[in-house]
């Protein structure tokens, strides 16, 4: 059973800067892809950000540009860095594990972490 635990989330003033981890208790490099997946109230789960196990990185057009994911193998953590960050990008942040490959679009599965709250208020 793999588990992946979020950390990094809170409150934060709109331009601020937030870096999100997850760690997962196995190898990040099994699996096909490491996403971060965000919820607001209200809202449907959306994709932010995904990297594949080839080193290839995607995000959503809301986050280009101001938001990094990056992977460190050997700690097993994937990390997201949130530049400029805006209130609109308030949501509780989610970290998958996707053992299926992925592409844009493609249904969510495989593990998922309990989720780490951002806030973005003045």
């Known amino acids: 059973q793999v588990q992946l635990v979020e950390s990094g989330g809170g409150l934060v003033q709109p331009g601020g800067s937030l870096r999100l981890s997850c760690a997962a208790s196995?190898?990040?490099?099994?699996?096909?892809?490491m996403v971060w997946y965000r919820q607001a109230p209200g809202k449907e789960r959306e994709l932010v950000a995904a990297?594949?196990?080839?080193?290839?990185?995607n995000y959503a057009d809301s986050v280009k540009d101001r938001f990094t994911i990056s992977r460190d193998i050997a700690k097993n953590m994937v990390y997201l860095q949130m530049n400029s960050l805006k209130p609109e990008d308030t949501a509780v942040y989610y970290c998958?594990?996707?053992?299926?490959?992925?592409?844009?679009?493609?249904?969510?599965?495989?593990?998922w972490g309990q989720g780490t709250q951002v806030t973005v208020s003045s």
């Open positions: 998958n594990a996707r053992y299926e490959p992925w592409r844009v679009g493609v249904r969510p599965s495989g593990y």
């Open positions: 196995g190898s990040i490099f099994s699996f096909n892809a």
């Open positions: 990297f594949t196990r080839g080193g290839n990185t």
